[in-house]
């Protein structure tokens, strides 16, 4: 399992703080392993783990965009997006995922939440809304409809 070893390496070097040597042994992974679904993932979430939001982004959406049917890097690319204040890229991944998986309760709360941080108060309520006619016992959505609809 050469490849393990390679990111036991990565995750070594960053956590002892040779941060550069880490990114570059894992930009080799995603080099020679990023055609294989899950491996980009790992990469970001090992960047993300590290504190590299910036870092994990690239190989997330690269993620997205080999393997848009996979639901696996959507999440962990949304929080980082959402963490840099990087609503509009937030908002289209949320989209994207939409129209990939269908408007699933809990992605539109997460999408109503977004518009909420954004100050989007109109597009929230219309999100919002959409869930809580569908599903009138989620209290989450009931409980953030209620505040942006006053």
Same mark, same amino acid.
């Given at each position: ?9 990565? *995750? ?14 894992? +930009? ?60 509009? *890229? =937030?908002?289209?991944?949320?989209? *994207?995922?939409? *129209? ?16 909420? =941080? ?18 009138? +016992? ?13």
């Amino acid at each position: 399992p050469r490849k393990e070893s390679v990111f036991e390496k990565a *995750k070594g070097q960053i956590a002892d703080g040779e941060t550069p040597r880490g990114k570059g042994v894992l +930009s080799q992974l995603g080099d020679e392993y990023g055609n294989e679904p899950g491996e980009l993932v790992d990469i970001g979430k090992i960047l993300i783990n590290a504190g590299l939001q910036w870092d994990a982004i690239e190989f997330l959406e690269q993620a997205v965009e080999s393997f848009p049917k996979s639901s696996g890097p959507y999440g962990d690319l949304v929080n980082c997006y959402l963490e840099m204040r990087e609503y509009e *890229k =937030a908002e289209t991944l949320y989209l *994207k995922a939409i *129209k990939q998986f269908g408007e699933h309760p809990r992605t539109l709360v997460n999408l109503g939440k977004l518009y909420i =941080a954004w100050n989007k108060r109109d597009k929230s309520f219309d999100v919002l809304n959409k869930v809580v006619r569908r599903d009138p +016992s989620n209290e989450e959505a009931k409980e953030l409809f209620a505040k942006v609809g006053r």
